[in-house]
């Protein structure tokens, strides 16, 4: 029967002669995303900025500078209109309205109405109009879920492996979710609830790959008792490879329908997610790994001569 396998059996790639350039382009990017979070900056969404969104279809293709003219009459300020999915489909984007959260859902009516009468037969699918205190709330709430989860997957790793393994998997995690920030500020994509969802779902799965391929080396750290740890963690990786990639692999085919055909609502979403899946998979290999090297050099192995030869090696599993 034939098997496809996305990498050869047996690899044997110095990961680690790669350890020094993999670190400096992580920090480079980490800081220059850093620079990009408070300058420009994000562009916050409605959740966390305040405002209201609407969805409309029109009976024929929008006219979106007749609807942009009768919109921006209203007195409302800025009026931001976007077409999606079909020519139809129109999503509006009004700032947020002075005064309480019931100043902004009077608004909204007002544009529902608006779009009534200058367009006869439009249906509004969809209001969302949110307050400056909702707002906040919501900002707040998504950082404290984003900061439990870091914590959570620490107090895991930390009591699965040594402290090594699990100090390189957060500071790893840290410059993956700086790179993510990075992203969202250089793309210019709304960043809300949804962005928080998709950082997450990076999280957990970067967190996921890498345990997997500390587990492996926690293994061999038992077989090799005497085997460098640079020579054991380049074997280690080799020896996930091919099953690190072809996750990523079928973990991508399941996401770009999602970033081609999700429409506006979870376009950004898969996008993020494609960015993130190759993030932290090439992560788990030039800076989880280096990490742990650098840390537990002369703590997790002591001794250089080599238990096996490099023919002897473990047989690759997928």
Not at 128 to 135: F, I, K, P, Q, R
Not at 272 to 297: D, N
Request: proline share 4%; hydrophobic share 50%; glycine share 8%.
């Amino acid at each position: 029967m034939f098997h496809l396998r996305l990498v050869p059996d047996n690899t044997k790639i110095p990961f680690m002669n790669g350890r020094i350039a993999g670190l400096v382009v992580s920090a480079v990017l980490s800081i220059a995303s850093v620079i990009l979070f408070f300058h420009p900056g994000l562009n916050y969404g409605i959740d966390f900025r305040g405002g209201i969104v609407i969805e409309a279809r029109t009976p024929q293709a929008a006219d979106f500078a007749s609807l942009r003219h009768t919109l921006s009459g209203l007195g409302m300020g800025q009026v931001a209109l976007q077409e999606f999915g079909s020519a139809q489909d129109v999503l509006i984007r009004l700032e947020r309205q002075p005064g309480d959260d019931a100043a902004q859902q009077v608004a909204a009516d007002k544009v529902r109405s608006t779009l009534a009468e200058a367009v006869p037969g439009t249906q509004v699918r969809r209001v969302e109009a949110v307050g400056a205190s909702v707002s906040g709330e919501l900002f707040a709430n998504g950082m404290l879920a984003l900061g439990l989860a870091m914590v959570a997957m620490l107090v895991y790793i930390w009591f699965r492996f040594e402290w090594q393994f699990g100090f390189g998997a957060v500071v790893t995690l840290l410059l993956d979710i700086t790179k993510i920030v990075g992203f969202y500020a250089i793309t210019d994509m709304q960043f809300n609830l949804t962005a928080v969802a998709a950082i997450l779902t990076v999280m957990g799965y970067s967190v996921n790959d890498k345990v997997v391929v500390y587990d492996r080396m926690r293994e061999n750290l038992r077989i090799y008792k005497k085997m460098p740890l640079r020579d054991l963690i380049d074997l280690s990786i080799n020896e996930t490879l091919n099953r690190t990639v072809g996750t990523s692999v079928c973990t991508l085919l399941s996401i770009i329908p999602l970033a081609l055909f999700g429409g506006e609502a979870l376009q950004d979403f898969g996008i993020v997610l494609i960015f993130g899946v190759v993030l932290a998979t090439s992560s788990s290999v030039f800076i989880a790994a280096p990490i742990l090297l650098f840390l537990g050099e002369n703590r997790l192995r002591r001794g250089t001569p080599t238990d096996a030869a490099p023919g002897n090696t473990p047989a690759t599993t997928p």
